[in-house]
């Protein structure tokens, strides 16, 4: 379970705000121009919350596992699934920190502002990579690197933003291949008088 903040609790009002809106739209659209998807490729979301990047996505891929460990949001992308008579997205309960997944089930593995929430990153990657297929991709969006100020009272936040340059190191160590990054969003928040801007990564790369 992600450190403090209960996510199941604002799982119905999580779409409400423009700004996850755009910015899940921008992460869709960066992970549909930098990676060649197609409707043959079983992807994974991890940590999908509502499912706002995958309902981007869907329609390019064979099928979609909307993991998160908040049940509430997971009820929540069942109730838009059915809405939208959509048949490729289905759910799975994380009721561990570390997901288990089954090895080598996956082509496309993607996440949005979730490895900030998460303690023990580098477990939580091993444990995405040994989901993957060989030739597969792991695809990373997170903030990166702040002042600590994004999260209004900390909200039990894990990390500060994540270092793009610290994750392809680590991914790399880790076995895959070609790893890269782009920024592909600027979240704007007004603190008093002033604007603070929290730029959003995309890192992504591949399983020999
Ligand atoms: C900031 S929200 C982002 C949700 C969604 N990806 C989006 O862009 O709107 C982080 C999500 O990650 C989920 N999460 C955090 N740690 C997790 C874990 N260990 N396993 C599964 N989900 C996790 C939370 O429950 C929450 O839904």
């Known amino acids: 379970m992600a450190k403090g903040k209960n996510f199941s609790a604002v799982a119905k009002t999580w779409d409400e705000k423009p700004q996850r809106v755009k910015l899940a739209a921008a992460v869709a659209t960066a992970i549909s121009e930098n990676i060649p998807l197609n409707r043959q490729m079983e992807a994974l979301e991890f940590g999908s919350g509502t499912g ?14 909307a993991m998160d460990n ?34 080598e089930s996956y082509d496309l ?23 993957l297929k060989a030739g597969g991709v792991l695809v990373l969006a997170d903030l990166a ?3 600590g100020s994004f999260h209004d009272n900390d909200q039990g936040v894990e990390h500060h933003g994540v270092d793009p340059v610290c994750l392809i190191d680590q991914l790399h160590e880790m076995g895959l291949m070609n790893a890269q990054s782009v920024i592909v969003h600027r979240i704007v928040k007004q603190r008093g008088l002033e604007q603070h801007t929290y730029p959003v990564f995309l890192v992504w790369a591949y399983k020999e």
């Open 145 to 147: 690197l702040e002042d």
């Open 70 to 103: 908040a049940a509430g949001m997971l009820t929540v992308v069942e109730e838009k699934a059915l809405a939208a008579n959509v048949d490729n997205v289905t759910t799975r309960h994380n009721d561990t920190t570390i997901p288990s997944l089954a090895p």
């Open 52 to 65: 706002l990047v995958t309902f981007h996505l869907h329609q390019q891929l064979k099928h979609v596992t």
């Open 109 to 131: 593995i993607f996440s949005s502002m979730v490895l900030h929430h998460v303690g023990d990153i580098d477990s939580t990657l091993k444990a995405l990579i040994a989901g």
